[in-house]
């Protein structure tokens, strides 16, 4: 989430619109194949007992598993093709499956889908204002990725303090954050700086569809964890 010193946001230019719109809706369509696998993963862990009761075994070593393996893609992005890279991106979102399924099977029907289209509609917003905005947002980036890990130490320590309170701050300042960062993350995408990080369009929508991923996976998470009714 670091820019870096020679992005084109940094250097005041900007890729031309024709280029930007390519690379934001490649971007935009493997976050979609992504999501479509995550939700394919979801739906086989609630109708197979046995993939039900393995994701619930080993939840946590899948979200250790899953943390480590999104900063490994990241730092890997100049070491790696773009085949390799969408290939993790992929393995990562059949991983997230698992893990959903486990969630979702907690809340009813009406509370998964209501969570489903809030996010939906939060996060079109949130992508659309990025790609519309005339502000660069780079001044958000590194207040944004510390809220990030903020949320990801809460998160662990309330697994052990099982603190409903606490569950409901840690998921409010979720979406706030996530939210921000899909305008963050479309802004930068549409500015360049993704392909400059990655060295080639082909990977850099690879990424960008991962960063996008992830914004609307926590926000439909967090989103169904203040809002959903329990089965």
Do not use: C, H
Not at 14 to 32: D, Y
Not at 50 to 77: C, E, K, N, S
């Amino acid at each position: 989430m670091n820019q870096s010193p020679a992005s084109p946001t940094s250097l005041g230019v900007r890729p031309s619109t024709q280029l930007a719109s390519a690379l934001l809706t490649q971007a935009f369509v493997w976050m979609f194949a992504g999501l479509l696998l995550t939700t394919i993963v979801a739906y086989l862990v609630q109708s197979e007992p046995r993939l039900l009761q393995l994701a619930y075994q080993y939840w946590f070593l899948l979200f250790v598993g899953q943390l480590a393996l999104v900063v490994g893609i990241t730092a890997a992005m100049k070491k790696i093709s773009a085949t390799v890279a969408l290939l993790l991106f992929f393995v990562y979102a059949a991983s997230v499956g698992l893990t959903v399924g486990l969630i979702v099977k907690a809340y009813t029907d009406t509370s998964v889908a209501a969570a489903f289209f809030s996010a939906a509609a939060i996060f079109g917003a949130a992508a659309i204002y990025g790609a519309v905005t005339k502000r660069t947002l780079a001044g958000i980036g590194p207040t944004l990725f510390i809220g990030v890990i903020g949320l990801i130490v809460a998160s662990v320590v309330n697994i052990f303090l099982v603190n409903d309170g606490i569950s409901f701050i840690i998921s409010v300042v979720g979406v706030v954050i996530f939210t921000a960062l899909t305008a963050y993350d479309v802004k930068r995408i549409t500015s360049g700086d993704y392909a400059a990080a990655a060295g080639s369009l082909e990977k850099a929508a690879v990424f960008s569809a991962l960063a996008l991923y992830l914004d609307f996976i926590n926000i439909f998470l967090f989103l169904l964890r203040i809002f959903g009714s329990r089965n």
